[in-house]
């Protein structure tokens, strides 16, 4: 059976940016919104699971592609589904379009994995509540999610801080926008006046907990591309890209 789920999101004027654009961090928490809602609504999100397989989802990578961002006053039809499903991982994909509008306004791909909650060790999908008859789609867009392989050192550190309780979700670690608003921080708004963004991308290597001390690197990949990090107590946390094209 097909599975899907379908939300609309008025643009309010909190969630976007100082042009009045959907902003980037809002952008991937309307994605991980969607994301949350889509697994409530096939009885596989992470309180039911667990409740009931003491398991959780474990986002793995998100990345947006856009084409033109939404304006403060719009309203965006979303619609949420399966691509893959196998094994540890599944991956789901989520299409917003401007109410009225048959053409998307951008795209989101994640991918996710099972872990048991005791053990932090990976779960098979098929140990834990998820719909035996699940049906997949196929794609809207083709894109598939970048190698980032990049390496920085400590001429590439914007500047370090700490996570707070503020960052920190249900599953009692950073939660995965948390991120993505550290990255925008090492920016500034002279580049988002310069620039549209196009496509970003989050991987996420290792949890972090409130009161872990952080820092953040950014570095050029050529032209249109950065690269960003976010390290802790050692670890890299994620790895990040956007990639951008200067404002006609």
């Known amino acids: 059976m097909k599975y899907d789920f379908r939300k609309s999101f008025d643009i309010s004027y909190s969630r976007c940016d100082r042009w009045l654009n959907l902003s980037l961090v809002d952008a991937v928490l309307i994605a991980q919104e969607m994301n949350t809602d889509y697994f409530r609504s096939i009885e596989s999100d992470n309180l039911t699971v667990k409740t009931r397989n003491d398991a959780l989802w474990v986002l793995a990578k998100t990345r947006l592609h856009f084409y033109s961002a939404p304006k403060w006053g719009d309203t965006v039809d979303a619609r949420s589904y399966t691509l893959k499903s196998r094994g540890f991982s599944t991956e789901i994909e989520s299409v917003f379009k401007k109410q009225g509008s048959e053409d998307p306004s951008f795209i989101a791909r994640q991918e996710l994995c099972v872990i048991d909650a ?11 509540s998820y719909p035996k008859d699940m049906e997949v789609e196929n794609e809207a867009f083709l894109m598939r999610f970048f190698r980032l392989k990049e390496e920085f050192d400590k001429s590439n550190l914007v500047y370090s801080d700490s996570f707070r309780l503020t960052d920190i979700d249900f599953s009692n670690h950073v939660n995965n926008v948390a ?70």
């Open 118 to 128: 005791t053990k932090r060790e990976p779960r098979r999908i098929e140990t834990i």
């Open 179 to 248: 991120y993505v608003r550290y990255i925008v921080n090492a920016l500034n708004k002279d580049f988002f006046e310069k620039n549209t963004v196009s496509d970003f991308e989050i991987q996420y290597r290792h949890e972090c907990f409130e009161g872990h001390g952080l820092e953040v690197y950014k570095k050029d990949v050529d032209d249109h591309t950065m690269d960003f990090r976010i390290t802790s107590d050692g670890n890299t946390a994620v790895d990040a890209r956007i990639v951008y094209e200067p404002t006609c």
